[in-house]
T-cell receptor, first 115, second 112 residues
């Protein structure tokens, strides 16, 4: 059963703690993305990676970090420097380096609440 | 700055009618435009892709148009069904490298 998995579905953390969100895909896709979604707003790109061991900042990278050591995995760390981390986080992947030509497959999302 | 606008008001429509959604953009020259469906609490699901040199694309009951002069895309759901009720997002990319910007989405509610 191919697809993208994100875990956990719900995550609660205290302010000041770093937290890592998991994203795994078995679609053999080269490109992977992290988005953040807030109520009433569109998805905003945090980081994206077009190939293993390489990634670029998106529009709102401050306070986040990623790694891409394996093709299948693209974990996102929300650091304590992120001012407003409570949000719905979505991971996606697409074929090839020229990802705009291809559909993005999204995971089920992780809802992070920081208090 | 680049801006993507979708109607924030929900579109309420009767079953069997055609739903038409708009995606307007400013300060942007997208080469690719995609439409996604998102159900509450879930990730978006891809529906259609249209390129800047294409005027129209169809897939079953779905149709999308792309007018680069008006800076607008229209998304149509014909013969709408209650199962079509969801939020629909447009996403634009300026080049082929997959860095998309998403609109906030429009909610569609289809009543029997």
């Amino acid at each position: 059963d191919g697809g993208i998995t994100q875990s956990p579905k719900y995550l609660f953390r205290k302010e000041g703690q770093n937290v890592t969100l998991s994203c795994e895909q078995n679609l053999n896709h080269d490109a992977m993305y992290w988005y953040r979604q807030d109520p009433g707003q569109g998805l905003r790109l945090i980081y994206y990676s077009q190939i293993v061991n390489d990634f670029q900042k998106g529009d709102i990278a401050e306070g986040y970090s990623v790694s891409r050591e394996k093709k299948e995995s693209f974990p996102l760390t929300v650091t304590s420097a992120q001012k407003n981390p409570t949000a719905f986080y979505l991971c996606a992947s697409s074929m090839g380096g020229q990802g705009a030509s291809y559909e993005q497959y999204f995971g089920p999302g992780t809802r992070l609440t920081v208090t | 700055s680049q801006k993507i606008e979708q109607n924030s008001e929900a579109l309420n429509i009767q079953e069997g009618k055609t739903a038409t959604l708009t995606c307007n953009y400013t300060n942007y020259s997208p080469a690719y435009l995609q439409w996604y469906r998102q159900d509450p609490g879930r990730g978006p699901v891809f529906l259609l892709l249209i390129r800047e040199n294409e005027k129209e694309k169809r897939k079953e009951r779905l149709k999308v148009t792309f007018d680069t002069t008006l800076k607008q895309s229209l998304f149509h759901i014909t013969a709408s069904q209650p199962a079509d009720s969801a939020t629909y997002l447009c996403a634009l990319a300026a080049d082929s490298w997959g860095k998309f910007q998403f609109g906030a989405g429009t909610q569609v509610v289809v009543t029997p």
